[in-house]
């Protein structure tokens, strides 16, 4: 069956520090992965598209990678701040049809 | 502009009551879709549109039904309220389906009693 998996559910790091986020599927053959951030009680905000024959793509503190052979995409965020607390969601689609991860809830320390 | 509206905000029905979640956004996006988000599970696709006229099954789609008569509109009816439906409900739109990102609106709470 079809799956995305996110690796951890939460994720707690230093402010500062890099976090790296995990997604991974199966069974799935998409030609563009998304990632999202949702904070609590809001709808999820679309941040990040990469795709397939993108092996990387960034935009100010985040950057995203997207290896079609492993089936996994790795989202960092740099010097990561309080306010980039939230949960973050991968997303991907092959026929119109998107489909999220669970989400891994990323707190930052002050 | 105002985005993806949803209304209501919160609603709570009893078992076997009829409603309609309302969607419109108002940017011209050709793809709309429906979500519920239950804890621990994510985001699960209900029903999804790539235009007027044109409506499509999603992950989940049992007890619910969508029409899309217009671009902006894009309305979701739970047919007979079960508990099972308690859920945060989510509209989300976009230029290009997966060519693009999704913008979702602020959700409605539904508590089905």
């Known amino acids: 069956s079809q799956k995305i998996e996110q690796n951890s559910e939460a994720l707690n790091i230093q402010e500062g520090k890099t976090a790296t986020l995990t997604c991974n599927y199966t069974?799935?053959?998409?030609?563009?992965l998304q990632w999202y951030r949702q904070d609590p009680g809001r709808g999820p905000v679309f941040l990040l598209l990469?795709?397939?024959?993108?092996k990387e793509k960034r935009k100010e503190r985040l950057k995203v990678t997207f290896d079609t052979t492993l089936k996994q995409s790795l989202f960092h965020i740099t010097a990561s701040q309080p306010a980039d607390s939230a949960t973050y969601l991968c997303?991907?689609?092959?026929?119109?049809?998107?489909?999220f991860g669970a989400g891994t809830r990323l707190t930052v320390k002050p | 502009n105002a985005g993806v509206t949803q209304t209501p905000k919160f609603q709570v029905l009893k078992t076997g009551q009829s409603m309609t979640l309302q969607c419109a956004q108002d940017?011209?996006?050709?793809?709309m879709s429906w979500y519920r988000q239950d804890p621990g599970m994510g985001l699960r696709l209900i029903h999804y549109?790539?235009?007027?006229?044109?409506?499509d099954q999603g992950e989940v789609p049992n007890g619910y039904n969508v029409s899309r008569s217009t671009t902006e509109d894009f309305p979701l009816r739970l047919l007979s309220a079960a508990p099972s439906q308690t859920s945060v409900y989510f509209c989300?739109?976009?230029?290009?389906?997966?060519?693009?990102?999704?913008?979702f609106g602020s959700g409605t709470r539904l508590t089905v009693v």
């Open positions: 549109s790539v235009g007027a006229g044109i409506t």
């Open positions: 069974n799935y053959s998409p030609a563009y």
């Open positions: 997303a991907l689609d092959e026929w119109n049809d998107m489909r």
């Open positions: 990469i795709r397939e024959n993108e």
């Open positions: 940017m011209n996006h050709e793809y």
């Open positions: 989300a739109s976009s230029y290009g389906g997966q060519n693009y990102g999704y913008t």
